[in-house]
């Protein structure tokens, strides 16, 4: 047994296509600054029609396997709400596609946008009782909302892997956690929907409560005081959400909620953010790299507050220690290439990938149209069966 358990290495990929928010105003008639400064979005990244959370999920792990060694995982977790079969769990086909050896337990994970956090505890306990045991777990999603509906700036798309281990590199998971379960309708999506459907304020709403039931629950459960933290890191559908969310755990503890101090400290955790959009599971951990690998200071020591929402709801609040050394298992550029990298497209093409779905009549498709650029795509669907394929990742993102 141990509880020197955590992150021993994270990495990010997201689309090849992206959507400046300018765009999507001027489609719409809208002042750009409701997107860049109310909601706190610059872009969303857009997935092309060969990309889905398979092809984001392995690209995700691959970029820890060339790091890392990953020999000897017996788990992989796959956290997402925009599964691609009813039965077969996405990171089965992430296994599959990058050749993991067959002695690995592999399941997927679905409970809105909270579910990666679901994974990372699970895969914390799991190292706790066999701190031998080595845990994969990712956090996928392809945020899609009608076009034209108040969710539209919100889109985006992305993934976060982790490698869970004893004694890990990056972040040492704490013990105490608080929780919040609450069955109400803010966000969902049918199983007959490709798009979400949402109540933003309520949802808001919702997301608040979920936040002030999860940090209640975790002080009840002797978790750390208000003050005792150096950062805070939040789910973020929107940056400015983690804004709102501050000044309200600020204001939980007595305190004022001064918005420039809560900007200049949620700042760290939004730039990657803001150029990605929502990517559902993964979207607080997006942020938890940003913190990461964005502050030039040496975070080593510094206690880290996260809060996970999944809307229906699920909330829970947890923290974690930065460990010292830290920077020597992140790569900053290698996520600059990954952003940058990415093809800016109209509102057109916007348009066309939107509406693009594959068959639902068993018919057979081929996917010729090249958007992925980190080594993995979905090259079509054969009788109901996804085709996936590995490929030369372009020289953009291999920096
Ligand atoms: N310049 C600067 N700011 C402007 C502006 C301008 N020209 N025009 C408007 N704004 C500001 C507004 O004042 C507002 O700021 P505040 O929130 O601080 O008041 C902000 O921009 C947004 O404007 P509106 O409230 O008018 O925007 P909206 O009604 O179109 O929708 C939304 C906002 C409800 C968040 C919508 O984008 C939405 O439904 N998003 C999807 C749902 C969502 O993300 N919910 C969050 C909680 S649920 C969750 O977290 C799970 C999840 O991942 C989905």
Redesign the pocket.
């Known amino acids: 047994m141990t509880d020197h358990v955590g992150i021993d290495d994270i990495a990010l990929a997201t689309t090849g296509l992206v959507v400046d928010l300018g765009v999507l105003a001027q489609a719409h008639s809208v ?1 750009p ?2 997107f860049y ?3 706190g979005q610059s872009e969303m990244s857009i997935a092309g029609e060969d990309e889905d959370v398979v092809s984001l999920a392995a690209a995700a792990v691959q970029t820890i396997a060339d790091r890392t060694d990953i020999s000897g995982v017996r788990t992989l977790l796959l956290a997402t709400e925009t599964g691609v079969d009813q039965s077969k769990a996405a990171g089965v086909f992430v296994h599959g596609v990058l050749g993991l050896p067959p002695n690995v337990r592999v399941v997927e994970l679905k409970q ?2 909270y579910a990666g956090t679901a994974a990372l505890m699970m895969a914390r306990s799991l190292v706790c009782s066999d701190p031998s045991e080595k845990v994969l777990v990712v956090a996928v999603d392809v945020a899609k ?1 009608d076009v034209g509906s ?2 539209e ?2 889109q985006g798309a992305g993934a976060v892997a982790m490698l869970i281990t004893a004694d890990p590199s990056i972040l040492r998971i704490e013990p105490k956690t608080g929780v919040h379960t609450d069955d109400v309708m ?2 969902w999506r049918p199983n007959h929907r490709t798009t ?1 459907l ?1 109540d ?2 309520f ?2 709403e ?2 608040m409560r979920s936040l002030e039931g999860a940090w209640t629950d975790y002080r009840a459960h002797d978790g750390f005081a208000y003050d005792d933290f150096d950062h805070f890191c939040y ?1 973020q ?2 940056t ?2 983690a804004n ?1 969310a501050h000044a309200h755990l600020v204001a939980l503890n007595g305190g004022d909620a001064d918005k420039a101090e809560i900007a200049e400290l949620m700042g760290p955790t939004q730039t990657y953010n803001r150029r990605i959009g ?1 990517t ?1 599971t993964a ?1 607080i951990y997006v942020g938890l790299l940003s913190l990461l690998e964005t502050v030039p200071a040496d975070l080593a020591g510094h206690r880290v507050g996260m809060f996970s ?3 229906g709801s699920v909330g829970e609040f947890w923290s974690g220690t930065v460990v010292p050394g830290y920077q020597l298992h992140l790569d900053p550029e290698l996520t600059a290439t990954v952003l940058d990298g990415r093809k800016a497209i109209d509102h057109e093409a916007y348009l066309h990938l939107h509406d693009f779905a594959l068959p639902i009549d068993g018919t057979s498709m081929k996917i010729d149209e090249r958007a992925a650029r980190n080594g993995f795509r979905l090259a079509g669907v054969d009788a109901d069966r996804r085709q996936y394929e590995r490929f030369e990742p372009t020289s953009a993102v291999l920096g």
């Open positions: 002042d600054d409701k400064v109310g909601i809105a946008c909302y108040g969710g700036p919100t803010d966000f979400a949402v933003g304020k949802s808001i919702a997301y789910h559908p929107f400015k959400m709102k929502n559902y979207s929402y999944g809307s």
